[in-house]
């Protein structure tokens, strides 16, 4: 089965750096896309960025552009999110996916991680 | 970028009755469309993709229907594993890929 496993939820300061996996199994890791999705405290789903394993290309929300990392290694078949400089507005859970695509096209996000809580606070 | 519009918000229903949720898009993207369900404390789970294609294990009584700017996600008949926050996605045109603001289908 396909399967994606986040890391632990996290408690950090404002101004702290971190760094979130997500470890993919079941298939090609460097065939599909995968993505970062935001769910902020009773909110919706907004979709940060993706990557694809097989040659790190990423593209990024403009919303999030700048503001995060998303990285890939292939010999742990590894994603990352990455902050430099935490804020409170951080604070959310953090979703990674695997992206369906079509010839390099992606698509439908399946399936989802577990979730990673992130919580920014002083 | 393509926005995507969800009504109603909150959708009251009762167990057994049908659940009627419509997404709409600013512009056509054809049927390139996935709806997903997420239950409290939970990952989404993808339910429709290809705006009618059922996902694999998805009961039939979730159906999908639309093109272009419209379309419906239809509870047949709602069990009470149902109730839940239900997205739809585009996937025509990125960066980025959108998702709609959610429908929270809830007990009457």
């Known amino acids: 089965d396909v399967q994606l496993v986040q890391s632990g939820a996290e408690v950090k300061r404002p101004g702290e750096s971190l760094r979130i996996s997500c470890t993919a199994s079941g298939y090609r890791f460097t065939s599909n896309w995968i993505g970062w999705v935001r769910q902020m405290p009773g909110k919706g789903l907004q979709w940060m960025g993706i990557?694809?394993?097989?040659?790190?290309?990423?593209r990024y929300s403009p919303s999030f552009e700048g503001q995060v990392t998303i990285s890939a290694d292939k010999s742990t078949s590894t994603v990352y999110l990455q902050w430099s400089r935490l804020k409170a507005s951080d604070t959310a859970t953090y979703y990674c996916?695997?992206?369906?695509?079509?010839?390099?096209?992606?698509?439908?996000?399946?399936?989802w991680g577990q979730g990673t809580l992130v919580i920014v606070s002083s | 970028e393509i926005v995507m519009t969800q009504s109603p918000a909150t959708l009251s229903v009762s167990p057994g009755e049908r659940a009627t949720l419509s997404c709409r898009a600013s512009?056509?993207?054809?049927?390139?469309l996935a709806w997903y369900q997420q239950k409290p404390g939970q990952a989404p789970r993808l339910l429709i993709h290809?705006?009618?294609t059922r996902a694999t294990g998805v009961p039939v009584r979730f159906s999908g229907s639309g093109s272009g700017t419209e379309f419906t996600l239809t509870i047949s008949s709602l069990q009470s594993e149902d109730f839940a926050v239900y997205y739809c996605?585009?996937?025509?045109?990125?960066?980025?890929?959108?998702f709609g603001g959610g429908t929270k289908v809830d007990i009457k």
């Open positions: 996605q585009q996937y025509s045109s990125w960066p980025p890929l959108t």
């Open positions: 290809s705006a009618s």
């Open positions: 512009q056509s993207i054809s049927d390139n």
């Open positions: 990557i694809y394993p097989g040659d790190s290309e990423t």
């Open positions: 996916a695997r992206l369906v695509d079509n010839w390099g096209v992606p698509y439908w996000f399946d399936p």
